[in-house]
């Protein structure tokens, strides 16, 4: 296998772990309670990769992306609430990531926030325009590992690396008050939800019809779900073990973007700063990417329209429109001057509301041996399958009540 | 639904005074001492021009934004937030620090209590 047929999955997971979300979720979650949180971050990425998995699988053997299945396995009444939620939440998203993008432009020049987030509208429209699919996740996948330079701050700094291992352990810290334990939960919910933003799955079967993949593709879906949001997962991991290190007992909260990158600045001074800089300007570039293509996906399919990226523009014209639309609707919203962090708040809880009606459809089709003949699920993609799909309920029941209590995790 | 979110809503959005404050406090806590950080780098030169004039333009917004929040903005952690905002841009690390830590001491205090 090719290495470089793994972009797709690089790209999907840097752009959906790696988004401008999970970029001050980790640090934050660092700072506040420290290593506790990292379990929470690979009980996830392990729930993403089977989901990923089998969205791939799927795609590859029955030529069904995701939102196919939710119409034909939801109805068109249930499936339609999931698609507007859906669309509305992943609209939130693209609209967070676009302003990351403009606040990121401006610690690297200096120049308006504003006109840097427009331009990086136009320059967004432009790439999907002109460049064909595989270009696409090559370019933003490969220019968003300029982000293991978190990885190797990390590693500079020489943390406590037995407490880093101690934090893989599903864990409550100690002595919390009650406030403190809501804020930790919410946390929890925030991050499971972050993880595992139901856009990667649209994104990334979408992707695999893109690219024609069959059942001769299915080793490389696997290796490219478990390589890609693994790599994703240890550089979350990475700004989380960094912070917990340098921010928290410096009574730092970090809550913009620009302040995460002060993590390789310590140890590698301006060019570590730049280096940070870029890589989460094209990790949040690929995640703008992914938000804008997955809605246009969803809504083409769910209406059966022609859709694909593979596609001239002229040859799939509302699909076209609607990738356009959304980009632009997405670039209003930041022109409105909301503050993008507030924006990420909303979509994660928007989010996980969205997930069982998700990832439900897609373990039934996945289960179904008329579609998928002997690529079934095995026995492992069965079980970790239903387990998280009963984790993701809980978490959608708890999280709108606890995003309330403790205002965002601010409380 | 409605039963369960209400009275949540309700009691997040009704309180007043230090508790309700809380957050703010410990928000300026952070940026005060985000603020500190982030002047102590630049005196070392591990970061570029544009992006401490940046940092530091953003933090002092984020700042006001909290103090104005603040319902009871008269009381010490008030002051202490405005004198915070008060700081030229480049003001010394030991400086931001000190107002934060005070910042500090009285989150300890409320969150204690």
């Known amino acids: 296998m090719n290495p470089i047929e793994l972009t797709l999955g690089i790209m999907t997971a840097v752009g959906g772990f790696v988004d401008i979300s999970q970029v001050v979720f980790a640090a934050l979650a660092g700072s506040v309670f420290g290593y506790s949180l990292i379990w929470v971050f690979a009980l996830s990425t392990v729930g993403i990769i089977v989901y990923g998995e089998m969205s791939g699988r799927v795609a590859a053997v029955a030529k069904q992306p995701v939102f196919n299945l939710i119409r034909h396995r939801l109805g068109l009444k249930l499936g339609f609430i999931t698609l507007a939620a859906s669309v509305l939440s992943t609209l939130i998203t693209c609209a967070a990531e676009i302003g990351g993008l403009g606040l990121l432009l401006r610690y690297l020049t200096g120049a308006p926030y504003l006109l840097m987030a427009t331009l990086s509208a136009a320059a967004l429209m432009a790439c999907i325009w002109v460049l064909p699919f595989k270009w696409i996740e090559r370019i933003f996948g490969l220019l968003g590992l300029l982000m293991l330079v978190f990885v190797f701050a990390l590693t500079a700094i020489d943390p406590p690396w037995e407490k880093i291992a101690a934090g893989f352990l599903p864990q409550v810290p100690s002595g919390l008050s009650s406030k403190q334990l809501l804020n930790f939960s919410y946390f929890a919910v925030a991050i499971f939800s972050a993880v595992m933003f139901p856009y990667e799955t649209y994104f990334y079967s979408s992707g695999g019809i893109e690219e024609e993949w069959g059942p001769k593709d299915l080793p490389t879906n696997r290796v490219t779900a478990i390589v890609g949001m693994a790599l994703g997962s240890l550089l979350s991991i990475a700004m989380l073990a960094s912070a917990a290190q340098l921010f928290g007992p410096a009574g730092v909260g970090p809550q913009i973007p620009g302040s995460v990158a002060l993590q390789t600045a310590i140890p590698f001074g301006p060019v570590g700063l730049v280096l940070a800089l870029l890589g989460i300007l094209f990790a949040v570039a690929g995640a703008a990417i992914e938000t804008c293509m997955a809605n246009a996906y969803s809504i083409a399919q769910f209406f059966g329209w022609i859709w694909g990226r593979h596609k001239k523009p002229w040859e799939a014209p509302r699909f076209t429109i609607a990738w356009v639309a959304l980009l632009l609707l997405s670039l209003a919203i930041v022109l409105t001057g909301v503050d993008p962090m507030s924006l990420v708040q909303y979509a994660i809880v928007f989010s996980i509301l969205v997930l069982p009606l998700t990832y439900l459809p897609l373990m039934l089709l996945a289960d179904d041996k008329k579609y998928m003949g002997r690529y079934v699920n095995g026995r492992l993609a069965k079980v970790l399958g239903w387990l998280f799909f009963v984790l993701i309920v809980l978490m959608a029941v708890a999280a709108l009540p606890l995003f309330v209590i403790t205002s965002g995790g601010q409380g | ?113």
């Open chain 2, 1 to 113: 639904m409605r039963r369960v979110l209400l009275p949540l809503l309700l009691l997040a959005g009704c309180s007043k005074g230090p508790d309700a404050d809380l957050q703010y406090i410990s928000q300026a806590r952070s940026l005060g001492f985000e603020w500190a950080m982030v002047n102590e780098l630049a005196a070392q030169g591990k970061l570029t021009g544009a992006y401490v004039d940046t940092m530091r333009q953003s933090l002092r917004e984020q700042l006001g934004t909290t103090a104005s929040a603040l319902t009871q903005p008269q009381s010490q952690y008030g002051n202490e937030i405005r004198a915070l905002v008060a700081e030229p841009a480049n003001a010394p690390a030991a400086e931001l620090r000190s107002h934060a830590g005070k910042l500090k001491q009285i989150e300890d205090s409320l969150e204690s209590d």
